[in-house]
């Protein structure tokens, strides 16, 4: 009975060792290389994929080289060869160092050496005090203080001369012990430096090495297998601490029709894990937005004692007029600068692949990269293309009496570009920079390409023509603005010029008149009036408006 009973044992055992090794060979670790990543505007999700040995059942695969700003949640494992049962996130601390008595002789060593330095500086402290004390006393000496009453000058004499020389030994002896004393001080700053470095060795928990203290981050897939087989398992996951925003550079030329529009991704990343040599997709989505409707709420009305309305807004911009540049210097060398350009854009397209869905543009870049974990910025170009674009001069005088050229590009659409700032460069020079809102709702975008000072402006009020008068109950006031443009080109431009005369609101008691426009264009509704001029080489224009408001006698305007 006892036989069979000790063979019963022994089996159990034998059955829990095999079980044991048979899980700690299923149980593999691995340091996948990152293959891919996609930048988001704010996140990247980083991918990885790992070729691994799969034995029958269940087994855990162990994935190492991974960020540790990785979100849980986001986890996702796949495997065509097995089934993926789970995947997590784990933390393995390192194991410390057993305690070793290594340092048990220099430890020792250093203790005593300690305890001498201590009484070194008890005997100074010691020999300081008794210093301290025979300089008090000689101090309030009577005899010192010239207090006895048969006092004489040779015994004056003789008590300073006296009082100098132990006071200077007394003072040098004090220096000297002093500087003993730092010596002494600073040797056992250095021994406890020691000390507590041996003793940190000692117990096994040096943290001289701040990454040796740090945990190892794990992502654990674990997979069933029917039969033993070479499985591919691919796994991703999202962090935050990765962006990205748009920069164009944006290059125009006077001898061609199109602007050039370089599309660069400034990445930025700092997951604590180096992205070395992969490619990267740029993503125009953001996961870390809200992605439910918003709700409305009912929205009541009711009255109120007193309300007063202030008219706001206010129009400012370019119409939509497109007027060319002339002239003959526009038209050279325009054919080789395209053939260039459209090199270019060709070579591009066959590393960047852009794919538009319903709620986001992608660009997949297939040349590699390598982005360091440093939050510094890093430059990707994700596109380049060629827009059709007009150039027209345009002023407004009565804000800055300089002329801008102004490119009006169309087709902007077909980039999928999103707003950002844009470098601007024109014939080959830098222009400066600007901010590019593509987030409008037309189909033409107005990009300021400088200064040009060769056309020269100025507006002025004419000061007979700036009367008013009062009539019956009525107060009236006639404005006269006279506005100069010249072209100092050695070639003739065409140049739109707006200006405007003020709009009434919220009274009809208010009434503007415009009673000579000089052939501008008024839109009724902002008062604003434009008029586009052809002037020849050296060629002057004089623009005139004639306006007049009406109002109440007894009443202030407000906005003149």
Known sequence: MKKNTFTAIATAIAIVCFSYEMFSESSKKYTPKLQRVTVYLQGAHLYYNESV??????????????????????????????????????????????????????????????????????????????????????????????????????????????????????????????????????????????????????????????????????????????????????FNY?????????????????????????????????????????????????????????????????????LKKYP???????????????????????????????????????????????????????????????????????????????MQFAAAPKVCTDAFLVARVTKWEDMNIIPGNARIYFDGGYVGEIYLNTSTTTDTLNIGLGRDKNIALTRKKINENYKTKIISDEKIETRTIELMVRNTKNIPIEIMIDDQIPVARGSDDIKVVLLNSDEAKLDPGTGKLTWNKKLKSKETEKITFIYEIRYPKGKVLAGL
């Not at 002896?173 to 021994?191: A, F, G, H, P, W």
């Not at 490619?279 to 109120?304: A, H, R």
């Not at 990269?369 to 910025?377: E, H, M, R, S």
């Open 53 to 234: 040995n799969l034995q029958a059942g269940n087994n855990e695969i162990v994935f190492e080289n991974i960020s540790p700003d990785l979100s849980a949640s986001s986890l996702q494992a796949s495997c065509i060869e097995a089934v993926v049962m789970d995947i997590k996130h784990n933390l393995k601390y390192k194991e410390k160092i057993p305690v070793s008595r290594k340092y048990d002789r220099e430890i020792t060593s250093i203790l005593d050496s300690l305890e001498e330095l201590n009484y070194l500086i008890k005997d100074l402290d010691n020999k300081y005090l008794v210093l301290t004390t025979e300089k008090q006393m000689l101090l309030n000496n009577r005899i010192i203080k010239g207090e006895p009453l048969r006092d004489s000058l040779p015994l004056l004499r003789d008590g300073m001369s006296f009082l100098k020389e132990k006071l200077n030994s007394i003072y040098e002896q004090e220096l000297k012990i002093e500087r003993t004393k730092s010596k002494i001080l600073k040797q056992k700053s250095k021994l406890n430096t020691r000390y507590n470095a041996l003793l940190l060795l000692q117990s096994g928990t040096d943290n001289s090495n701040p990454e040796a203290t740090q945990p190892i981050q794990q992502v654990i897939v674990t997979l069933y297998a029917d039969a033993p087989i070479m499985a591919q398992i691919n």
């Open 238 to 306: 999202f962090v935050q601490t990765a962006n990205w925003i748009p920069i164009y550079d944006l290059q125009a030329t006077s001898v061609n029709k199109n602007i050039q529009v370089k599309y660069f991704a400034s990445v930025t990343q700092n997951t604590k894990l180096e992205w070395t040599n992969v490619p990267l997709t740029i993503s125009t989505s953001n996961p870390n937005e809200t992605n439910v409707k918003p709700e409305l709420s009912p929205w009541y009305l009711n009255f109120v004692e007193y």
């Open 312 to 390: 706001s807004g206010y129009y400012n911009g370019l119409s939509n007029v497109i007027i060319p540049i002339q002239g003959e210097t526009l038209m050279g060398l325009k054919d080789e600068k395209k053939k260039e350009d459209l090199k270019n854009e060709s070579y591009l397209n066959n590393y960047v692949q852009i794919t538009e869905n319903l709620i986001r543009t992608e660009y997949e870049i297939k040349m590699k990269y390598t982005i360091p974990a440093d939050g510094k910025t890093h430059k990707v170009l994700i596109d380049q293309k060629e827009m059709p674009m007009s």
